[in-house]
C-alpha cells in the first residue's frame, strides 16, 4: 500500500511538490516559532538558571527576576544564621542610564555581584576576569549589548547613572530578554550606583544548601522565620520568571496562535492535494473495492500519502532550521533546538497530515464499485 501511495504522489509531480511546499512552510514555521518562543524563555532567566545556588530570597510577591524590589539587608544576615545553609552571597539587580560615545543615552541592566565568589555574575567570558570588578568604579559588559552600546574596547570608560565606569571585561550568553543591555559590576558598587536602594538593602539573596539537609525543608523553615520576602528554591524562581514572560505579557498566546495557524494552513493544503488525488483516482479505488479490497486497505493507501507527505515535509524543515539557526541568531535572537521539540513538532507533523487525510477517507468509505459501469 505504501508503494502504491507513493506511485500516487509521484504521478503527479507539480501538485505534488506543492503540497511538500506547503508542509515545509506550515512546520518550518513552527519550528521557527517554538524555537524562538524557548529561546525567549531561557534569556529570561538566563542568570537565575547559571547562578550557583539552590535557594532564591526575593522581594514580596516578586512576579520576575527582572523587576524585583529591594529589601533590608539584614534578611542576608538572617539567611546565613539559618541551619543548613552552607553559603549565601547578595545580589543587585536594577536599571539605570548609560551614556553612549556619540551622545545620547541608553537604558541597562545593572547586576552587581560578590566578585570574591562570582555568584550571580558572568559565567563565560570573551575577555577579562569577573573578578576584575572589585575595588573600583568597574564594569563588564556582555556582548549582545555592542548592538545597542556600539564596538566596546577593554579599558574604555562609560558613564553609568552619573558614574564614570572603566570597562575590564567582555561576557557572552547573557542576552536580556528586555532587550536592555546587561553590565555586570560589584555588589557595592552596584549598591552605590543605584541611590534609591539604600546602603543596606540588597534585591535578591541567593543561597546554598549544606549537604545532608533537604532544600524543602530548609525553604519551609526560612519562610516560617523571614518577614516580608517570598523565598523559592532556584527552579520554581527560573519557572515563575518564565510564567511571568509567557502569560502576563501575552507573548505566549501570540506564539500559541501563530502556532495554530500554522498547523491549520498546513491541514488545509495536504488536504485539499489528497482529497483532489482521490477524486482523481476514484474509478480505480473503485476498481479495488470490486476486486475485493476492503475500506481499510484502501484507507492505508491515503493515511500512506498523508505519511509521506508529513515525513518528507518535516525533514525538509528540520534540515533549513537547523541551517539556520545562525541567521536567527546574526539578527540578535535566539532560537532553541533540542531533541524533544524536534520529537513534538514531528508529532504535530504527522496529526496535521493524518487528520487532513480524514476528509478523503470520508469519501472512499461511499464509494459504490458500481461507479465503474457509469459515463
Excluded at 539567611?79 to 537604558?107: C, F, M, N
Excluded at 568604579?137 to 552619573?162: C, H, P, T
Excluded at 513538532?345 to 493524518?354: D, E, H, Y
Aim: proline share 3%; charged share 15%.
Amino acid at each position: 500500500m505504501f508503494y502504491v501511495a507513493l506511485r500516487i504522489i509521484l504521478y503527479d509531480k507539480v501538485r505534488s511538490l506543492i503540497t511538500l511546499l506547503g508542509v515545509v512552510f506550515a512546520v518550518g514555521l513552527i519550528f521557527a516559532q517554538m524555537g524562538i518562543f524557548l529561546g525567549l524563555m531561557e534569556t529570561s532567566s538566563v542568570i537565575v538558571d547559571h547562578t550557583p545556588g539552590d535557594i532564591w530570597v526575593t522581594s514580596k510577591n516578586s512576579k520576575n527576576f527582572d523587576f524585583s524590589q529591594p529589601f533590608p539587608e539584614y534578611i542576608y544576615h538572617q539567611v546565613t544564621a539559618e541551619d543548613g545553609i552552607q553559603s549565601a552571597e547578595k545580589l543587585i539587580v536594577a536599571w539605570g542610564i548609560i551614556r553612549q560615545k556619540e551622545g545620547g543615552t541608553e537604558q541597562v541592566e545593572i547586576v552587581g555581584y560578590n566578585p570574591d565568589t562570582g555568584i550571580g555574575g558572568p559565567w563565560d567570558m570573551v575577555e577579562g576576569d569577573p573578578s576584575l570588578v572589585k575595588n573600583g568604579n568597574f564594569a563588564i559588559v556582555d556582548e549582545s549589548a555592542m548592538k545597542r552600546l556600539g564596538d566596546i574596547q577593554i579599558g574604555e570608560y562609560r558613564d553609568v547613572l552619573w558614574h564614570r565606569l572603566q570597562i575590564v571585561g567582555i561576557s557572552r550568553g547573557v542576552k536580556s530578554f528586555t532587550t536592555a543591555p546587561i553590565i555586570f559590576t560589584s555588589f557595592n558598587l552596584a549598591q552605590s550606583l543605584v541611590t534609591y536602594m539604600g546602603s543596606d538593602s540588597t534585591v535578591f539573596v541567593v543561597a546554598k544548601v549544606s549537604p545532608g539537609h533537604s532544600v524543602p525543608e530548609v525553604i519551609k523553615s526560612l519562610q516560617k522565620k523571614l518577614k516580608g520576602v517570598d523565598v523559592y528554591d532556584k527552579g520554581s524562581f527560573s519557572r515563575k520568571t518564565r510564567l511571568y514572560w509567557t502569560m502576563e505579557t501575552g507573548v505566549g498566546f501570540s506564539f500559541m496562535l501563530t502556532i495554530l495557524i500554522s498547523f491549520l494552513i498546513g491541514m488545509l493544503i495536504v488536504g485539499q492535494t489528497i482529497y483532489n488525488s482521490t477524486m482523481e483516482h476514484i474509478k480505480e479505488f473503485g476498481t479495488l473495492k470490486a476486486l475485493g479490497a476492503s475500506n481499510y486497505e484502501i484507507y492505508k493507501i491515503i493515511f500512506s500519502q498523508a505519511m509521506i507527505n508529513a515525513l518528507s515535509g518535516y525533514l525538509v524543515s528540520l534540515l533549513i532550521t537547523i541551517m539556520s539557526a545562525k541567521i536567527y541568531e546574526a539578527f540578535g535572537m535566539v532560537m532553541v533546538i533540542k531533541g524533544w521539540v524536534n520529537l513534538l513538532v514531528l508529532a504535530l507533523t504527522f496529526i496535521m497530515c493524518l487528520s487532513a487525510a480524514f476528509i478523503s477517507i470520508r469519501k472512499v468509505k461511499r464509494i459504490d464499485p458500481a461507479i465503474l459501469f457509469r459515463g
